[in-house]
């Protein structure tokens, strides 16, 4: 029986996929095996050698140490895509929030109460200071094109935009789901050059950070209006404070507020709703349940942010080996089987960054082979999978 232990709650779409003859899906537990996320911070939680997987219900992974994991022979998956539709249809809202003071009208209207007959001249009369743009025939610029930014794209182009799309990791499926009218560039600064509108949709790591900082604010087209809701730290809060202070920028919707940018004239600050859909958690919860089933009974990794994509159909025991990315691990796992007379059927070996993972298929194996393969010099864990 393998225990699974979600740190949130968790959408019975994917709990549902465990079968209850094999797995126990608790709350709380000493030791699981493996861990469903959403928004929990585990920085500071302590990992017991027995630990396989945790998968985050979303696509983001800041609130799981992925490093940390790595080193232990945890695989961290995530659901990348499974909330896309939910966060483009809050960034097309976030599109129409930017140019025409939605919110601020809305907030000023509710301040007309009480003054009875007089209500319909007040907002005739004050309905003009909320007036702004339409977006049609507007330059959009993405950054990023990966499930959201292709799915933001068409649906701009749909609503009549003119949409140029900056990705320098972009995949032959994202590109064959664009829209033939998204005009591809090759560099960043043409999309600051060109856009009306700048919505970012990158992840957040350490080269990422402050992306949209004030040298790059100085390229773009003054009025330009910019939308996050990707990661707040992909926006310096300094400079686009002073950029909407000084109107170079229009305005600022975030869904990730921070005490730098509340309060402040023109920043549309929502509340982290991108992916708060019914429909997204339960997708992401499926999805994550389906790779933690995968890799728990058959080893097979998809979707891992830090171990590599490896997927294996054996024909007899599969040994499954984490280890560093490092010359001659796969020599000496494949010489301990050999001078133990194990034939290996079939055999699969990937690499992400510093870690590695090779899949053996081989005939049955005892646990004197398994110690002497767990004794390999840069190997991290092993499981046998019969």
């Known amino acids: ?21 094999k797995y126990n899906i608790v709350d ?17 939680m302590e990992f017991a050698p027995n630990l396989l997987a945790i998968a985050r219900a979303g696509a983001g992974v800041n609130n799981i140490p992925v490093d940390k994991c790595a080193e232990q022979g945890i695989v961290v998956f995530n659901t990348p895509g499974a909330n896309a539709n939910a966060v483009k249809e809050l960034v097309i809202a976030g599109l129409l929030l ?4 939605v919110s601020d009208a809305m907030i000023w209207a509710q301040t007309l109460k009480g003054n009875g007959a007089e209500v319909g001249k007040m907002v005739e009369k004050g309905k003009g200071q909320f007036a702004g743009p339409e977006i049609m ?14 799915l933001v794209a068409n649906a701009a182009t749909a609503l009549g935009m003119k949409v140029v ?3 320098p990791f972009l995949s032959v499926k994202a590109a064959l789901n664009l829209n033939p009218a998204v005009k591809v560039v090759a560099d960043i600064k043409d999309i600051y050059a060109v856009s009306d509108y700048i919505t970012i949709h990158m992840p957040y790591n350490a080269e990422t950070k402050g992306t949209i900082n004030n040298d790059t604010i100085a390229l773009m087209k003054d009025g330009v209006r910019i939308l996050n809701f990707a990661r707040g730290e992909l926006v310096d809060a300094a400079a686009i404070v002073a950029a909407l202070e000084s109107g170079k920028v229009a305005s600022y919707v975030v869904d990730f507020p921070s005490d730098e940018v509340l309060g402040v004239k023109n920043v549309v600050a929502i509340p982290h709703l991108g992916a708060s859909t019914p429909e997204s958690e339960d997708n992401c919860a499926m999805m994550a349940a389906l790779e933690l089933i995968d890799y728990i009974e058959n080893g097979n990794i998809k979707n891992s942010v830090n171990y590599p994509d490896a ?4 024909t007899g025991t599969k040994v499954c080996v984490m280890h560093k990315n490092v010359p001659d691990v796969i020599s000496k796992l494949t010489s301990v089987l050999g001078d133990a007379g194990i034939n290996i059927n079939n055999m699969v070996s990937k690499s992400k960054k510093d870690y590695a993972y090779t899949m ?3 005939a049955d194996i005892n646990d004197d082979i398994v110690a002497k393969l767990a004794g390999v010099e840069n190997v991290i864990k092993i499981r046998v999978i019969k």
């Open 137 to 150: 025939g507007k330059t959009l610029g993405i950054i990023g094109l990966g499930a959201i930014g292709v």
């Open 28 to 44: 709380e537990i000493a030791n699981p095996d493996a861990i469903m996320v959403r928004s929990a911070s585990m920085h500071e």
């Open 165 to 167: 799309g900056y990705d």
């Open 1 to 21: 029986m393998f225990n699974i232990q979600t740190l949130n709650k968790i959408s019975k779409y994917g709990t549902d996929n465990f079968d209850t003859t």
């Open 360 to 362: 053996l298929d081989t």
């Open 98 to 101: 930017a140019s025409r003071k």
């Open 311 to 314: 997927e294996m159909n054996a």
